[in-house]
């Protein structure tokens, strides 16, 4: 019985661990007509253009959407350009969180 107990308990904090840790991660509609100033890579984060990729740091911009545990845009630039860019694509920067040592 504490073998069986044991194992559900465990199955259920995998489950909710799980769950917990996803945050939605948003992807970003281009204004028509204006200049791209951004690129996405293929793990979705957003690079600015013009900028040295090997020396700007790596922001985590909290915007506001539906999902129940919030959404995420990956950015790394300067910081006042990755906003640009959330808010250029009609997205509401909740608030930003940056690596360490950026």
Known sequence: MTKK???????FTILFLTSCGYH???LLKPTP???KTYSVTDSGTVEILG???KTEPTHWIYV???HWSGCFMRCQGK???CKNVA???NL???HIMSRAGS
């Open 5 to 11: 107990m044991q194992s559900v308990l465990l199955v």
């Open 87 to 89: 808010t250029g694509s």
């Open 24 to 26: 939605g991660m948003v």
């Open 79 to 81: 910081i006042q350009s």
């Open 92 to 94: 509401t920067v909740d």
């Open 33 to 35: 007509g204006a200049d």
């Open 51 to 53: 900028q040295d990729m």
């Open 64 to 66: 506001d959407c539906e």
